[in-house]
């Protein structure tokens, strides 16, 4: 693998020297990332988004798209595990 490969080179690279067919990039990576470019090197790119959904946080205000660890902290174990159905890949 080529070390000074930047941007999507870098990702194809490291999808090659690992043997990956398939990326999931998350959905900031929409504008980013060109399929044809996966699949010219033969990687089926997917990208990973959330559903809307709202739990309760420290006050009324909801912030929506927060990371894993913040689902975690205000929400049960069952209740992560139903979350985890609220994403979907383009």
């Known amino acids: 693998m080529n070390h000074s490969c930047r941007g999507v080179d870098r990702v194809i690279g490291i999808c090659k020297a690992l ?3 398939h990326y999931i990039n998350p959905i900031g ?10 699949i ?3 990687i089926d790119l997917q990208f ?3 559903k ?4 309760k946080q420290f006050d009324d205000m909801f ?3 927060l990371s894993i660890i913040d689902v975690l902290m ?5 209740k992560t595990k139903k979350m985890l159905n609220f ?4």
Request: hydrophobic content about 25%; aromatic content about 20%; overall charge negative.
């Open 74 to 78: 205000f929400n049960s174990t069952e």
């Open 19 to 21: 043997g990956a067919n």
């Open 52 to 55: 809307k959904h709202t739990y």
């Open 48 to 50: 990973l988004e959330t």
């Open 40 to 42: 010219k090197s033969e």
């Open 63 to 65: 912030i929506p798209f």
């Open 29 to 38: 990576g929409f504008e980013l990332y060109n399929k044809e470019s996966f």
């Open 87 to 90: 994403y979907m890949t383009k």
